[in-house]
T-cell receptor, first 116, second 110 residues
């Protein structure tokens, strides 16, 4: 069974640009969550999508947005990039809503974003 | 906001020794997760603990949960080099949002 895939794996952008990251969950999984990982702030929750609807949102500015398609694939977009957005962006998929009883999140390899 | 604290942040231990990583969280949660992350890699799920008193073991790792104390422990028995990694605990709030601890970077020295 294929795992969670994320594309691209590495990305270099400059300040002010925007970026779109993609995540394909494990087949049959309907929930996709996004996280930002930095050395200073650790792992921070961005948002969760389930059946094309945003179910939860973390404490990030509106520059960070996402969506989920009918095949459960998800994208996140960051507009007007800032230096502080440099991070590893991880997505995780789960069978049902993340955090539900007995539910596990399976993480993708991440996208390493560098903002210059 | 739910706070999750792990200690120690860094742990250097000799092969063959035992040690425990602690995970404290600030508000009620009855679901706790442990993950492992190797350098440059993603997170791998280790344990899911769903109730007070839950104990799970896999190889040299054993995790337990005390929901009354809001404490989980990850015990390492007879450490080996392959266990070197960063370990994260995470809890969920009533809205099913995950909150991760700061991580414990474990180095096992031969």
């Amino acid at each position: 069974k294929a795992g969670v895939t994320q594309t691209p794996r590495y990305l270099i952008k400059t300040r002010g640009q925007q970026v779109t990251l993609s995540c394909s969950p494990i087949s049959g999984h309907r929930s996709v969550s996004w996280y930002q990982q930095t050395p200073g702030q650790g792992l921070q929750f961005l948002f969760e999508y389930f059946s094309e609807t945003q179910r939860n949102k973390g404490n990030f500015p509106g520059r960070f947005s996402g969506r989920q398609f009918s095949n459960s694939r998800s994208e996140m977009n960051v507009s007007t990039l800032e230096l502080g957005d440099s991070a590893l962006y991880l997505c995780a998929s789960s069978l049902v809503i993340a955090g539900g009883p007995g539910n596990e999140q399976f993480f993708g390899p991440g996208t390493r974003l560098t903002v210059l | 906001e739910l706070k999750v604290e792990q200690n120690p942040l860094f742990l250097s231990m000799q092969e063959g020794k035992n040690y425990t990583i602690y995970c404290n969280y600030s508000t009620t949660s009855d679901r706790l997760y442990w993950y492992r992350q190797d350098p440059g890699k993603s997170l791998e799920s280790l344990f899911v603990l769903l109730s007070n008193g839950a104990v799970k073991q896999e190889g040299r790792l054993m995790a337990s949960l005390d929901t009354k104390a809001r404490l989980s422990t990850l015990h390492i028995t007879a450490a080996v080099h392959d266990l070197s990694a960063t370990y994260f605990c995470a809890v969920t709030n009533t809205g099913n949002q995950f909150y991760f601890g700061t991580g414990t970077s474990l180095t096992v020295i031969p």
